[in-house]
């Protein structure tokens, strides 16, 4: 693969060849060592602030490089422009960005925990794939700060820091599923990376840009909306449990419309062009909605779990939505998808599979997740990475 790249961190874009190495501080064949302390050795912004030894220019394309100071070998090949380390083989698989958007507590850090657990668990078994951290910090952020909190202590995690304010680095996965070949089979890898945004992101105006960026950047959006707060879902909620009303921002039309104003900002196409890149919008909690669907309802029957995505039952799903997009007063989403957006689908999930508890914790049921994974296989089959069936 050649051509130009996004940092799976930073998601600034560069060629192959830019991608710099970073010394690895041993001694090299001159009896030299390269200075932590040099200029240029700071580690990327967010990472433990450590010293780290000096990154240096060379063809980016190699796997390794000698550094010019102390003559030592390194395959440790960083971003050029956050000097982050970029994921192994970088460049020479298929990297992805699946870009995670929504209003304030919309649900986003709870469903991209639950996806992710469900892709190391049963989904994965279930698409014959395979999914990981792709880096050490993911590793370790994704368990501690993510994964234990929910499953083990049934802790709904607070609201997410805003970007700018802390350093949140993106969790960088590396989905692996088998590609059948004439003899055999290869694996295929897909490197994911999602931002978990913090919903207030979308509102301030310092960390638009940073949005803007991480939008065109993506391959796929994911768009989670929370029907608890469309005024004509909120009446019917069975939930004890209400999210506070939000302000006019946080109604999801306007959540979409904000999104879709960011994406056209750097899209360069003209004005009556038609948004490419696929949009998942994802109507989450709907929990809390089930008992006013109709008996029938697609949203009501146990989710198919074929080792494919289900188009049929997708789009079942999909025409579910819409529909209930007009008794949930929300008819003009649907218009402003069909006006911008040429690759789109309705979704609904639920993370949690039921309303939190009065304090906000997980139900003693444990967390049973509704379909979670049918947003994420469907880009994934848009992007060929899954068979659709
Ligand atoms: N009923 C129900 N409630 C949910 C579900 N998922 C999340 N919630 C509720 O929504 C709240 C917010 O969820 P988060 O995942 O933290 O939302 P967020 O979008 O990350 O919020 P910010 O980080 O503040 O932008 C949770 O504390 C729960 O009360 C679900 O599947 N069902
Ligand atoms: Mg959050
Ligand atoms: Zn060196
Ligand atoms: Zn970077």
């Known amino acids: 693969m050649t051509g130009r790249l996004y940092c799976p961190y930073c998601y600034e874009l560069f060629a192959e060849r830019a991608i710099e190495f970073r010394c690895t501080g041993r001694l090299g064949t001159g009896g030299r060592r390269c200075d932590t302390a040099a200029k ?14 000096p990154v240096f220019a060379l063809d980016g394309r190699s796997a390794s490089a000698v550094c010019p100071q102390c003559r030592s070998e390194t395959t440790t090949r960083v971003c050029p422009a956050c000097h982050r380390q970029l994921p192994v083989h970088f460049g020479k698989v298929r990297s992805r960005l699946i870009a995670l958007v929504g209003a304030k507590e919309s649900g986003k850090t709870v469903f991209m925990t639950v996806l992710v657990h469900e892709l190391m668990h049963q989904a994965g078994e279930r698409l014959n794939a395979s999914i990981s951290g792709a880096d050490d910090a993911t590793r370790h ?6 994964e234990h909190p929910l499953y083990r202590g049934s802790r ?26 004439l003899r055999g089979s290869a694996p295929q890898h897909t490197l994911l990376s999602f931002f978990d945004t ?3 992101d979308l509102r301030s105006r310092q960390s638009v840009e940073e949005n803007v960026r991480y939008l065109a950047a993506a391959d796929g959006v994911v768009l989670l909306l929370d029907p608890l707060q469309m005024r004509g879902a909120r009446g019917l909620a ?38 490419a890149k696929p949009l998942a919008i994802v109507f989450t ?27 049929e039952d997708s789009l079942e799903v999909h025409t579910e939505i819409q529909r209930l997009l007009s008794r949930w007063e929300g008819s003009r989403i649907d218009q402003i998808v069909r006006m911008h957006y040429r690759d789109h689908r309705y979704f609904g999930v639920s993370a949690l599979g039921e309303t939190p508890t009065a304090d906000n914790r997980v139900s003693p049921r444990g967390v049973r ?18 068979r659709t069936g």
């Open 141 to 146: 952020d994704f368990a501690e700060k993510y």
């Open 369 to 386: 997740p509704y379909r979670v994974t049918d947003p994420f296989v469907w880009i994934l089959s848009r992007f060929g990475a899954v």
């Open 40 to 53: 240029r050795c700071r580690g990327p912004p967010g990472g433990s602030g450590a010293a780290l030894p």
């Open 238 to 275: 069975s939930a004890a449990r209400l999210p506070s009303p939000g302000t006019v921002d946080d109604d999801p039309a306007s959540v979409l419309e904000n999104i879709t104003d960011l994406i056209l900002a750097k899209g360069g196409r003209r004005a009556t062009e038609r948004i």
């Open 156 to 181: 709904l995690l607070g609201t997410t820091n805003p970007a700018g304010r802390t350093d949140r680095a993106p969790l960088v996965f590396r989905f692996t599923t088998e590609r059948r070949r």
């Open 285 to 311: 909690k709907m929990d809390a909605l089930t008992h006013d669907l109709k008996e029938t309802s697609p949203l009501r029957r146990p989710a198919p779990e074929p080792a494919y995505f289900d188009d």
């Open 198 to 200: 913090a919903g207030e």
